[in-house]
């Protein structure tokens, strides 16, 4: 039993620089569980479906209703889904990681293969996925390697049942012990 605070660790916290060791900042954060999302969208110019994999989802405000998602500066799909009016956040199931590494890959046809149905928003809705939402893009703001999108939430539904894809220590699995629904 902990008598006190928690000491620092200082081994590998920071380099000659003074700044924290990405490795350690990435192995620390990554025993923070979460889910996985595929933000998914047709490009209006070429008539394409285009698809990312997030790990950085979280609602911000429910009036009015706001959602938040992280993208890498080099992502190459953000791009095509951006130009998109309205944006698809497929909420992904713990039988959908192959899903997930092809939505994470770096260029192909991320769709080759995959089983989708259009929203109301007109976008693609993963097959399995446990919920989607169409969103409006509100907001970006450069953050580091990333930008932190802000979105307005304009439909949502449920989609199919299971538990959630959840991204841990560097890897995929599901929950174990299952959920308990609140009274």
């Known amino acids: ?40 969208a047709v490009d209006p110019v070429d008539g394409r479906p285009y698809g990312l994999a997030a790990n950085s989802f979280t609602s911000v405000s429910l009036d009015p209703p706001l959602i938040a998602f992280c993208v890498g500066h080099t992502s190459t799909s953000w791009p095509k889904v951006r130009g998109a009016k309205v944006v698809t956040v497929n909420v992904l199931a713990e039988t959908q990681q192959a899903v997930c590494v092809q939505m994470a890959a770096k260029g192909g046809d991320k769709f080759a293969g995959l089983a989708w149905t259009g929203s109301p928003g007109g976008n693609p809705v993963l097959d399995g ?46 929950f174990v012990g299952g959920f308990v629904e609140p009274a």
């Open 129 to 174: 996925a446990l919920a989607w939402l169409d969103c409006a893009v509100e907001a970006e703001h450069p953050a580091g390697d990333h930008v932190i999108v802000v979105a307005r939430v304009l439909q949502l539904d449920t989609h199919a049942d299971g538990g959630p894809l959840v991204f841990f220590r560097g890897g995929y699995g599901g």
């Open 1 to 40: 039993m902990a008598t006190g605070p928690a000491q620092p660790v200082q081994s590998g916290q920071n380099g000659q620089s003074g700044r924290l060791d990405s490795r350690r900042f990435r192995q620390v954060l990554g025993r923070f569980a979460t889910g996985v999302v595929a933000i998914t």
